[in-house]
């Protein structure tokens, strides 16, 4: 007897299986991600930029439930409007941190999303937050998702501070690359943003352009 | 004065009062099963083209192994602008489609606009995450506004992407196959039909929960062109007899007439107001 089951993804939860990494560098920060969103074994998505703007020199990267870690990224996004029309300029990288780090805590059992938080403002320079379950702490860089296990090792080895500004994406490009080899959950596109007091620009490095390692 | 039998309009919203009754009738059945609901295995997809969108679906839908609807309308209305084609549960896309579009004449009425593309993906991403995934609905919205021609999906449990071009359904991956093969940036009207009706048609080839025929929805500028059936399915069945039997068939043996005395037990006048 044919047995007919809807495929698990069409029920399972929509996860971006991820690699996400921010750092600081002299003047400013750098984010990267990958661009892969799975729900099951399937890829729902190959193409997801997973570097959300909370505001013009604040972004956050997502990784965990799409849905979860999206909604998040836009309730901060709304709440950064507000708080920065009162405050009447710019706000500061903290802030939206703080933002963040409050839903997370709050609704903790129900949510699973981590999002990292980095930007550039006037008071601090470039600064990088991890939210990770409701703590609010200040990195010098920050790794996130499922692809941040296998890359640990290489960013505790190869970071050092004061790097340029090229140095740095091309170490977030790295670390991206080496991650999406090796996780399952991690792949497609890079997605780079970097912001210093100039502006912010974002980058997209696509699959064959990615730095290849010994065994590529 | 509210009698007993007249109609209430039920309260706002999804009710999920039947969730109780559902899990107390489980236990009724002695191990046997409840009766699924109604999951629309399905092949819809969407492409975003150079002077529109174009969507696709096939017409079958399923309750377990039987086909319950040879042609199911998968492509919703939402606004004479976006078109909403619904995979996952039947129910659940058409009240969810249905609300929605309530809610955007609403919004049109007072604005005096077609509503954007983004306005819809967000009231149903709003909606559908706010019920973390009960709702079995995974959406693909397709328009054209003001600010171009846009394709996004939404999933149950409100995540959204926006693509140039995709597949939903149980029918998804092999749609996809042709999709990921044939799609260009800015395709001409035909070709883009063509492409979309190639995915849905492999889809129906290769999965048992899609068949029948293919509609076709063609969302430009200039308005929509519903294509119901775009094509049909090759393997329609042609019945041999019909099934109308003449009068007389049946022949009569005997005959009884009983009269129902019926009396009148209470008379209540209720004036109506005609001023």
């Known amino acids: ?20 990494i921010a750092i600081e560098f002299n003047g400013g920060v750098v984010l990267g991600s990958d661009s892969r969103v799975s729900a099951g074994a399937s890829v729902v998505n190959r193409v997801m930029n997973k570097l959300s703007p909370l505001h013009d020199k604040i972004y956050c990267a997502l990784s965990g439930s799409a849905a979860d870690a999206q909604t998040i990224a836009e309730i901060v996004n709304y709440q950064l409007d507000v708080h920065s029309t009162e405050i009447g300029e710019d706000p500061q990288v903290r802030s939206a941190a703080t933002l963040v780090r409050n839903i997370s805590y709050k609704y903790k059992e129900e949510l699973s999303a981590h999002l990292i938080v980095a930007g550039w ?45 090229k140095e740095s994406q091309q170490f977030v490009v790295n670390t991206l690359s080496l991650a999406m080899n090796r996780d399952g ?21 696509l699959g064959n352009q990615l730095p290849t390692f010994f065994d590529q | 004065m509210a009698l007993s039998n007249s109609y209430e309009t039920p309260a706002p919203g999804f009710n999920f009062d039947n969730a109780a009754r559902n899990a107390a009738l489980e236990g009724l059945f002695d191990g046997g099963q409840t009766p699924k609901p109604l999951k629309t295995g399905t092949t819809i997809a969407g492409v975003v083209f150079k002077d529109g969108v174009v969507l696709g679906a096939d017409t079958r839908a399923t309750s377990s192994e039987v086909v319950a609807d040879k042609m199911c309308a998968k ?33 049109s009425l007072n604005s005096g606009r077609n509503p954007r593309v983004v306005m819809a993906v967000n009231i149903l991403q709003d909606m559908l995450y706010r019920y973390h995934g009960q709702i079995g609905a995974n959406l693909i919205l397709g328009g054209v506004d003001c600010t171009g021609n846009h394709l996004y999906t939404v999933g149950p449990y409100g995540s959204v992407n926006k693509v140039p071009y995709l597949s939903m359904g149980s029918g998804d991956l092999a749609a996809l196959g042709i999709l990921e093969d044939g799609f260009k940036a800015d395709l001409e009207l035909s070709l883009a039909k ?44 042609s019945r041999k007899t019909k099934y109308k039997y003449p009068a007389g068939t049946t022949p009569i043996l005997t005959e009884k007439v009983v009269p129902l005395k019926l009396e009148v037990v209470q008379e209540t006048v209720q004036q109506m107001e005609t001023a």
């Open chain 1, 1 to 20: 007897m044919l047995e007919e089951t809807a495929p698990e993804w069409l029920s399972e939860e929509v996860k971006t299986g991820t690699t996400i």
């Open chain 1, 121 to 165: 403002d006037r008071r601090g320079g470039g600064q990088v937050f991890a939210t990770l379950n409701g703590l609010l702490t200040r990195q010098p860089f920050a790794v996130g998702g499922s692809g941040s296990l296998y890359v640990y090792g290489f960013v505790d080895a190869e970071y050092h501070r004061g790097m340029s500004r």
């Open chain 1, 185 to 205: 959950s991690s792949g497609g596109v890079a997605y780079i943003v970097t912001i210093d007091e100039h502006g912010t620009e974002e980058k997209v490095i």
């Open chain 2, 75 to 107: 492509i919703h209305f939402i606004s004479p602008n976006i078109y909403c084609c619904g995979a996952g549960t039947a129910a659940d896309t058409e009240k969810t489609t249905d609300l929605l579009s309530s809610n955007l004449t609403i919004f």
């Open chain 2, 194 to 237: 063509e492409l979309v009706r190639a995915a849905i048609h492999a889809g129906i080839m290769s999965d048992l929960g899609s068949g029948s025929n293919i509609d076709i929805c063609v969302i430009t500028k200039q308005g929509v062109d519903y294509i119901r059936p775009y094509q049909e399915s090759q393997y329609k069945h």
